[in-house]
């Protein structure tokens, strides 16, 4: 393998939409969500691993996920856990990731990963993630990986590459927001826009020239920083400056900015596996299209639901359709598909209360 490859597993998130298995204690990535045996971040860690050496792998997390990742993730070691005093999103802990790593190997290429997202086809994925490598390798870039539309998602963000670049690897015009369902529409249509699935290739050269040239306050704060890093000091300099730091995205921070942003339309099938209906989506169904995790059932009457609990408990429904049946612990979730999007400020709601 070569050693001069890195990933950046994004593994801090709460995965709130996914309430009530998902949690702040124990979020979505810890979770096998498909019954496959294996949870998110293990198979993430797995499929990167085939290209990536393992020790190459690190995983950027909130302090309170370590233990779960050590249990998890046996074959990782404390140092390659980067552990975020404050959460903070995702602009300062890949500079701050990015700088390690440069510090271990200036002739590092990375990739940044989401740890719960779920890929099918690992063959075409790790073939995509060979390609982005070697332009990356080649050139000052910063590169994306996108996912062809399949319908007018109004939960992704999207990228707008040049119509007229005929290149397996397109230049990017534009990066844009979440639409409403008639944008996403046209951009269905137009045929160059690609889901934003929030995949990153670049060396650690053309990040850090990137971050030095657009966010320049903050790759100060990080770079004083830069003698502690990998040494026993570089804790209490993360403690007490990692949270002064400011609270952006890469997105806002660096890719909308940059001019030398490209992106490759991906060749796998992907699903962000944000919530309960995109979890649906990918689960077998019964013959009335109901999705099934664990659960015993009867059912009647009933179609196009997802249950699922904890163990085997035995469910029985009559007369439900499109709805999101959910048991965990203490808590029982019984809510409509179409309102799914409502989960998160349902949790935040019953936090306050």
Not at 35 to 52: A, P
Not at 141 to 147: D, E, N, P, Q
Not at 195 to 224: C, D, H, R, T
Not at 225 to 245: L, V
């Amino acid at each position: 393998m070569n050693k001069n490859y890195y990933a950046i597993l994004m593994a801090g998130g709460v995965g709130s939409r996914f309430w009530p298995v998902s949690t702040t204690d124990f979020p979505k990535q810890f979770h096998d969500m498909l019954g496959t045996g294996e949870t998110l971040i293990q198979k993430t860690f797995s499929r990167l691993s085939q290209l990536i050496p393992k020790e190459n792998i690190l995983i950027l997390t909130n302090e309170s996920y370590n233990d779960i990742i050590l249990e998890q993730l046996p074959q990782v070691k404390q140092d390659q856990i980067i552990l975020e005093p404050a959460m903070r999103n995702t602009a300062p802990c890949i500079l701050y990731a990015s700088l390690k790593i440069k510090k271990q190997n200036p002739e590092a290429v990375m990739v940044v990963a989401p740890s719960d997202h779920w890929i099918e086809d690992e063959v075409q994925f790790v073939s995509n993630l060979q390609n982005a490598f070697n332009f990356c390798e080649m050139q000052d870039t910063l590169m994306t990986l996108g996912i062809l539309p399949t319908f007018p998602n109004t939960g992704y963000g999207y990228i707008e590459f040049d119509k007229l670049d005929s290149r397996p690897i397109k230049k990017v015009v534009q990066f844009r927001e979440k639409p409403d369902y008639a944008t996403a529409r046209k951009f269905v249509q137009s045929r160059n826009y690609l889901w934003n699935a929030g995949i990153f290739i670049w060396s650690v050269q053309s990040i850090l020239k990137a971050f030095e040239k657009y966010q320049p306050e903050m790759y100060a704060q990080f770079m004083n920083g830069y003698d502690a890093y990998n040494t026993p000091s570089e804790k209490e300099y993360i403690r007490e400056n990692y949270p002064n730091a400011e609270n952006i995205s890469i997105d806002y921070a660096v890719m909308e900015n940059a001019q030398n942003v490209y992106v490759q339309p991906a060749t796998f099938d992907w699903n962000d596996l944000g919530t309960w209906g995109s979890l649906y989506d990918k689960l077998p169904k019964d013959e009335q299209e109901n999705a099934v995790v664990n659960a015993s059932v009867f059912l009647e009457n009933a179609s196009n639901n997802i249950i699922r609990t904890e163990g085997k408990k035995l469910v029985v429904i009559d007369g439900l359709k499109d709805f999101i049946v959910v048991d965990k612990n203490d808590v029982l979730l019984i809510y409509p598909k179409s309102k799914e999007q409502d989960i998160k400020a349902v949790v935040a709601k019953l936090k306050k209360d």
